[in-house]
């Protein structure tokens, strides 16, 4: 009997290591994911950012040239 009492001790004991391990892991890649995450949501106001500046920056003529109207209908 003592030796599957010790044959259970080893079982948990490595089902705890393994479980430990596996939670290390786990939140590893949670905040992974979260600095990813934040990565993705600073480039993304970077680029709405630059986009903005840009279509501020445009000349009359760009802005004219962008536009969809016919300026022939008009006249």
């Known amino acids: ?5 010790q044959e259970a001790r080893d079982k948990q004991q490595l089902k705890d290591a393994l479980a430990d391990d596996l ?3 786990l939140q590893q890649m ?3 994911l979260k600095e990813d995450e934040k990565r993705k949501e600073r480039e993304k106001e970077r680029l709405i950012k630059q986009r903005k500046e840009k279509e501020k920056n445009k000349s009359f003529e760009e802005l004219l040239n962008e536009s969809g109207l016919d300026w022939r209908q008009y006249k």
């Open 23 to 25: 939670k290390q892991k």
């Open 1 to 5: 009997m003592g030796k599957k009492k």
């Open 30 to 32: 949670k905040t992974e």
